[in-house]
């Protein structure tokens, strides 16, 4: 099990930056794969931002690719979201994800994380 905290959410004008910054309840450097989602107004269904496994392959969701950057610190037990030049359509509650593999695979959410960004 893991439990994740995702903090550094806010308000921001459009063109700003935040940092968004999801602290895992155990070591990461086993968790096969963490990564951002987010949920937009009005959506029912929860849009990939960027995902990063444990050997460091990065994926990035085509509305956010050149603009946000996915790291991971294991000595900090910390995956980052770094989101430079925000939009309007940014605007989201932000979620961290962790996917453990075992025999089972085992997926784990935060709580979210609010990011509005205004015009």
């Known amino acids: 099990q893991v439990k994740l905290v995702e903090s550094g959410g806010g308000l921001v004008q459009a063109r700003g930056s935040l940092r968004l910054s999801c602290a895992a309840s155990?070591?990461?450097?086993?968790?096969?794969?963490m990564g951002w989602y987010r949920q937009g107004p009005g959506n029912q269904q929860r849009e990939v931002v960027a995902?990063?496994?444990?050997?460091?392959?990065?994926y990035y969701g085509d509305s956010v690719k050149g603009r946000f950057t996915i790291s991971r610190d294991d000595a900090k037990n910390t995956v980052y979201l770094q989101m430079n030049s925000l939009k309007p359509e940014d605007t989201a509650l932000y979620y961290c994800?962790?996917?453990?593999?075992?025999?089972?695979?085992?997926?784990?959410w935060g709580q979210g994380t609010q990011v509005t960004v205004s015009s």
């Open positions: 994800h962790a996917l453990i593999v075992r025999v089972t695979t085992y997926a784990y």
């Open positions: 155990r070591s990461i450097s086993s968790i096969h794969r």
């Open positions: 995902r990063i496994t444990s050997g460091g392959e990065i």
